[in-house]
T-cell receptor, first 114, second 116 residues
Framework: GQNIDQPTEMTATEGAIVQINCTYQ??????LFWYQQHAGEAPTFLSY????GLEEKGRFSSFLSRSKGYSYLLLKELQMKDSASYLC???????????????FGTGTRLLVSP | DSGVTQTPKHLITATGQRVTLRCSPR?????VYWYQQSLDQGLQFLIQ???????AKGNILERFSAQQFPDLHSELNLSSLELGDSALYFC???????????????FGQGTRLTVV
């Protein structure tokens, strides 16, 4: 099976930096995605990691450690519009199927205050 | 606009009824995923199709079924509806090459189903 854990809620101040953690347990790991979702809207893609290390993309960075089953999303220079849920998703290819699944964590609701 | 189209956007129906949700993937995407998101809940994976064939199944109820047609659009059928089935249903599509490429899933705007 698959298990993905994220904090339920986080708060931060405009202009600050926040780190959202994600831990996972899966077999056949084949990539980790971060998505942003505003309430009632579709999730939108933020970042992708398949190898260990840091991927930077503007104000957003994502880190992966496959040996620890751990990832984080780092948001810098927070803006009010960053208030949203952030979803960690793990892609895996179970050994007995050969096909990939994409499973999401429950998401972290981030509230950015002035 | 992600390129993934879902219809209808909103659906209100009574308990015990059956509904069909439709999804048109992005042009060129062979893989379609269906997810259910209840109020303040995460995305629950239901089922995945690739080029017309079922590839992966999540916690999909027996009352629910799906299929992907030769033109690659997909339908999710929900029957004997219960109040607890009220949720946002998202469809996503990806190229799904099977490798480690960054083939992220693109989401449609969802269908909001309300069972009364």
């Amino acid at each position: 099976g698959q298990n993905i854990d994220q904090p339920t809620e986080m708060t931060a101040t405009e202009g600050a930096i926040v780190q959202i953690n994600c831990t996972y347990q899966t077999s056949g790991f084949n990539g980790l995605f971060w998505y942003q979702q505003h309430a009632g809207e579709a999730p939108t893609f933020l970042s992708y990691n398949v190898l260990d290390g840091l991927e930077e993309k503007g104000r957003f960075s994502s880190f992966l450690s496959r040996s620890k089953g751990y990832s984080y999303l780092l948001l810098k220079e927070l803006q009010m519009k960053d208030s949203a849920s952030y979803l960690c998703a793990v892609r895996s290819r179970p050994w007995n199927t050969g096909f990939q699944k994409l499973v999401f964590g429950t998401g972290t609701r981030l509230l950015v205050s002035p | 606009d992600s390129g993934v189209t879902q219809t209808p956007k909103h659906l209100i129906t009574a308990t015990g009824q059956r509904v069909t949700l439709r999804c048109s993937p992005r042009s060129g995407d062979l893989s379609v995923y269906w997810y259910q998101q209840s109020l303040d809940q995460g995305l629950q994976f239901l089922i995945q199709y690739y080029n017309g064939e079922e590839r992966a199944k999540g916690n999909i109820l027996e009352r629910f079924s799906a299929q992907q047609f030769p033109d690659l659009h997909s339908e999710l059928n929900l029957s004997s509806l219960e109040l607890g089935d009220s949720a946002l249903y998202f469809c996503a599509s990806s190229v799904s090459t099977g490798g480690t490429l960054n083939t992220e899933a693109f989401f449609g705007q969802g269908t909001r189903l309300t069972v009364v």
